[in-house]
């Protein structure tokens, strides 16, 4: 990708196709980025788009018109509309950051993933987990750990007190990727359930002897976001929210004697590393943005995307039954 790599003197232009609240947000950090200017969006509701450019003054353009205009654009259409407005995104030589899901079916997956190859374009899917200073902070962790099991909560309303979608897609699908990224692997099974009306789900995975437990969930009437690791060194907690995350190193059991009293306790040393927090959408844009300006592979690929476009898909399918099934191995894209 080193020749379409742009000069760090060289201003890029940014746009956002769909500005609904995901597209808003980028909107939002394009226009602070450095180095990048906001050059338009997109939406099909005129009136959504006239506030997001009179917010952040910028323009409102056709699809066609606001492509012309930008060297990359975030793609945050619903994803039955990935497939086609990607593909369009990159014939018309501009980078894409597309929001996850990568497409609806692994097959659009890998036919986008092809055509950004064979264009020499970046192509960066928005698992934006990935970006959280605390799941950078874990990942750098697990490179000295025997891991054991890994277990994940996704769980809480959405803030309109309605469900919004399939919890599958919308909230496991984050820890999905982390998982996958975290063990540098797919899963070798899976095995799931959960509820007809598709707000709370539970999923099992075997990852050579690695056992990774998800858990997704509309109906809890708590928001919830973590992600915990057995370790034979420790056990490690992550709290997406706070971003922040606990070691709980080898604890000691003993007897003491308190006035006379034999009492029994139990220490723990716990660590909490320093971690340099900031806004995830921030840090992934920024990521996206210097993929394109050194014309090196993103964090998140197209291939990442797919394995965990594969995985869940596997997973809904189960979620009606209590059965299991082993994943085939993801095809490599050429």
Known sequence: MTERAFTRSRSIRA??????????????????????VLAGVTDRDAEVAERITAEYGTESFGLEALLDRCDVVTVAVPTPAHHEVVSQCLEADVHVLVEKPIAETVEQGRELARLARERDLVFQVGHIERFNPAVRT?????????????????????IDRTAPGNVVFDLMVHDVDIVGSLLGASPDSVAAMGTGDGRYATATMAYDDVVATLTASRVTQKKVRKLSVTARECFVEVDFLEQSVLIHRDSYPEY?????QNRYRHESVVERPRIDNGEP?????????????????????????????????????LVDGDRTQEQEPEVEIR
């Open 281 to 317: 959408l921030r840090h992934e844009l920024e990521s996206f943005v210097e993929s394109v300006r050194t014309g090196t592979e993103p964090d998140v690929t197209p291939e990442d995307g797919i394995g965990a476009l594969e995985t869940v898909l596997t997973i809904d399918s």
């Open 138 to 158: 874990m990942a750098e962790l697990l490179d000295d750990l025997e891991v054991i099991s890994v277990e994940a909560e996704r769980l809480g309303p959405p």
């Open 15 to 36: 746009g956002v196709v769909g500005v609904g609240a995901m597209g808003e947000n980028h909107a939002r950090v394009y226009s602070e980025l450095p180095g990048v």
């Open 256 to 260: 003491v004697n308190d006035e006379g």
